[in-house]
């Protein structure tokens, strides 16, 4: 069962652009919404993440949006740069704030390209 | 490198052969994880230790893989009889218990069964 559903599959904008990636949950207890960055042979690196009393987060040129009664959040990337191409997942956490542990549901992925 | 570490980087093996992938975490996070990713999918989770103890296991996990945590430091991920749709990139990752959600990810053992 697919519990975190990512869109668009890949992404090709301009240097400068500003790339917008979607995730939808169906799990309620969700409660901690990470973003990942996976360069070729790499690990996925944790990007920005947002729990769901905020609407908005913004770090450096990342921002989520989150919208708790649509269950959606999505990743928007200002000014992007060709350094910016990579592979970006989203996750979900359940009962982050409480015992339990990081076991993280990830969504399909955006294979992201930034021409220059 | 202060970071989560995995070996080997790239295994290749041939069907019904067994592997052993190793995994050290970052030294002060007692909580470590196993997720495989396969081509163009995110990561899914396999298992969780927190310090020794193997304490979630996924459906994904058949009975040909097993995992440890001896003394809560490295773990090791053993596939038996490795099957084709054994091929993945096997995943790493470490944190700290409590409040902090962060989880670090290794690098990866690349998996290729021939």
């Known amino acids: 069962q697919q519990q975190v559903k990512q869109s668009p599959q890949s992404l090709i904008v301009q240097k400068g652009g500003i790339p917008i990636i979607n995730c939808a949950y169906e799990?309620?207890?969700?409660?901690?919404f990470p973003w990942y960055q996976q360069f070729p042979g790499k690990g996925p690196a944790l990007l920005i993440a947002?729990?769901?009393?905020?609407s908005e987060k913004k770090e450096g040129r990342f921002t989520i949006s989150f919208n708790k009664s649509a269950k959606q959040f999505s990743l928007h990337i200002m000014d992007s740069q060709p350094g910016d191409s990579a592979t970006y997942f989203c996750?979900?956490?359940?009962?982050?704030?409480?015992?339990?542990?990081?076991?993280?549901?990830f969504g399909q992925g955006t294979i992201l390209t930034v021409h220059p | 490198d202060t970071g989560v570490s995995q070996n080997p980087r790239h295994k290749i093996t041939k069907r019904g052969q067994n592997v052993t992938f190793r995994c050290d975490p970052i030294?002060?996070?007692?909580?470590l994880y196993w997720y495989r990713q396969t081509l163009g999918q995110g990561p899914e989770f396999l298992t969780y230790?927190?310090?020794?103890?193997?304490?979630?296991k996924s459906r994904l996990l058949s009975d040909r893989f097993s995992a440890e945590r001896p003394k809560g430091s490295f773990s090791t991920l053993e596939i038996q009889r490795t099957e084709q749709g054994d091929s993945a990139m096997y995943l790493c990752?470490?944190?700290?218990?409590?409040?902090?959600?962060?989880?670090?990810f290794g690098q990866g053992t690349r998996l290729t069964v021939v």
């Open positions: 799990n309620t207890a969700f409660d901690y």
């Open positions: 996750a979900a956490l359940a009962n982050a704030g409480g015992t339990s542990y990081g076991k993280l549901t």
């Open positions: 230790f927190q310090n020794e103890a193997q304490l979630e």
């Open positions: 990752a470490s944190s700290f218990s409590g409040s902090n959600t962060e989880a670090f």
């Open positions: 947002i729990r769901p009393d905020v």
């Open positions: 030294s002060e996070h007692n909580r």
